[in-house]
């Protein structure tokens, strides 16, 4: 996890299923976007 500014930044972490197996998103408050991303775990 990094926070490029120097606002507070919040992170949510749920445990249980494996990464590829769980939907992402990054949010642009300011924007009020929400952008959907995949992981790709190499194994």
């Known amino acids: ?9 919040v992170s ?3 445990y249980g299923r494996h990464l ?12 009020k976007t929400e952008t959907p991303f995949v992981i790709k775990v190499e194994e």
């Open 1 to 9: 996890m990094i926070n490029n500014g120097r606002d507070v930044a």
């Open 12 to 14: 949510l972490h749920t």
């Open 20 to 31: 590829n197996h769980t939907g992402r998103s990054t949010f642009d408050v300011a924007a």
